[in-house]
């Protein structure tokens, strides 16, 4: 695993570390940020950083945590039943979503 350090030498990494204080900073737009992520986790892969530097590099962590904040996943992180409440919701849809299909397809 190649360890974030070893971009700290990098005008690659100081960018990340530049969007990422600046989105820190009080960004608002979850669908920037997102591909800001993105656009930054595809530049890095594209450079040969592996999944593991990815996920640990402190820019998209901090990127990540921020948005986390902004949807309100840091306060759910904390409390179980609440990402329950999520998990319960979304399994609801998809399986009412597969029965109406499959109602349809039915002759």
């Known amino acids: 695993m190649t360890t974030p350090e070893a971009f700290a030498n990098n005008a690659d990494f100081a960018k990340r570390c530049e969007d990422a204080l600046f989105i820190d900073a009080g960004a608002c737009n979850p669908r920037a940020i997102t591909r800001t992520i993105l656009r930054t986790m595809d530049a890095m892969a594209e450079k040969g950083a592996d999944h593991p530097t990815i ?53």
């Open 55 to 107: 996920c640990h590099d402190p820019a998209i962590r901090l990127m990540l945590h921020h948005l986390a904040f902004l949807c309100g996943v840091d306060a759910m992180a904390m409390e179980h039943e609440r990402y329950s409440i999520e998990l319960v919701a979304c399994e609801t849809i998809v399986a009412a979503h597969k029965r109406e299909k499959a109602a349809r397809t039915q002759p």
